[in-house]
């Protein structure tokens, strides 16, 4: 099943953005989800991850602190809660549903080898 994400747009630097990850038609059926990014001329990157059954949540340096991550099982939705956003944080983000526990091996694994990408969100960060 391919996973969507949602929620992008053009904030100011300092601003926040909540990023929406579901399965189109379906319900998110995998146990960990992981976001990425890929910014203008550079190589996609691993974000986070979650876990949900035993709640392993995984951020890379250059978003603790202001990015959370959380799943609304009700909802079959994953969130990429972003705060105090950054022109480097400007990118396509994308969700991926990982067959693996969340960590950052699985993460550095699934950027390389997954080939379900989705058309991922826009977030722009500019003044």
């Known amino acids: 099943v391919q996973l969507q994400a949602s929620g992008g747009g053009l904030v100011q630097p300092g601003g926040s953005l909540r990023l929406s990850c579901a399965a189109s038609?379906?319900?998110?059926?995998?146990?960990?989800i992981g976001w990425f990014r890929q910014a203008p001329g550079k190589e996609r990157e691993e974000v986070s991850c979650?876990?949900?059954?035993?709640?392993?949540?995984y951020y890379e340096d250059f978003v603790k602190g202001r990015f959370t991550i959380s799943r609304d099982n009700a909802k079959n939705t994953v969130y990429l809660q972003m705060n105090s956003l950054k022109p480097e944080d400007t990118a396509v983000y994308y969700c991926?549903?990982?067959?693996?526990?969340?960590?950052?091996?699985?993460?550095?694994?699934?950027?390389?080898?997954?080939?379900?990408w989705g058309q991922g969100t826009l977030v722009t960060v500019s003044s």
């Open positions: 038609g379906s319900t998110l059926d995998y146990d960990t």
């Open positions: 979650i876990t949900s059954s035993d709640g392993t949540i």
């Open positions: 991926a549903g990982l067959a693996a526990k969340c960590d950052l091996i699985t993460m550095r694994i699934y950027r390389g080898a997954y080939n379900k």
